[in-house]
């Protein structure tokens, strides 16, 4: 009898295990790839675009600004620098000096204070004559003034007793101008306050204590160089006057009145 062949219930392997085992192997290795790329945080990652930084691109465009305020600057202290060293030149060459005022005379017609009957207020009724003169020291600069506002005021008190003007006038170089008849005259009332401070003015026996005070601006000139103007205030103090008796005026003593000049700079609403 022949014998029967009974099929086998193992399960077949694969024919490619059959023909060497490559294709097991290599799926083998596939999935220990992917698995490894899973657990390894240092495995290679495929590449991703990243957004470009937009800071970045304003950079350029910040450097080309600081370069140019940097650049401004260093010329602002540069012209600074040359203006600088050209007044210094200037100085040491031709030593400028302040122009000088000086007051020849000063005529008192009319000083009088009037008390009013029906009430506390006075009336002050004043007359000056004036004579000044300008001279101006530098051999290269020249000055123009403008209208002066003259005040006559008493020194201890700074009571206002007269207001003038004084024409423009332009002093060139090595000048002397002279001025005179200039009037100063007052015609107001006059507050108690104002009253108790001007009558022990006029009642010494020495004389009253005057100054005069001139306010104008001034523009200076040099080679053609033309300086914007700048306030001054002309003070002569020293001045002794007496109250005139009958018609004739009183002449008052100015043998040691002397005259400065200062600057007057004013800064919004406050004047130095």
Known sequence: MADKVFPSSKPTAAPAAANGGTGGSAAA??????????????????????????RRQYRPRRNYCRCCCCWIILVILALALLVAIAGTVLYVFYRPHRPSFTLASLRIHRLKLKTAADGPSSHLSTLFNLTLSSKNPNSHLSFSYDPFVVSCVTSNSDVLIGNGTLPAFVSDSKDESTFRGVAVAASTDLDAETVNDLRPELKKSNGVSLKVEMDTKVTAKMFGLKSKKVGIRVTCDGIKGTIPQGKSPAVANVAGTKCKVDLRIKIWKWTF
């Open 29 to 54: 290795t596939t999935a220990g790839a992917t698995k490894s790329d899973l657990i390894n945080p240092t495995a290679r990652l495929p590449y991703r675009p990243q957004p470009r930084n937009r």
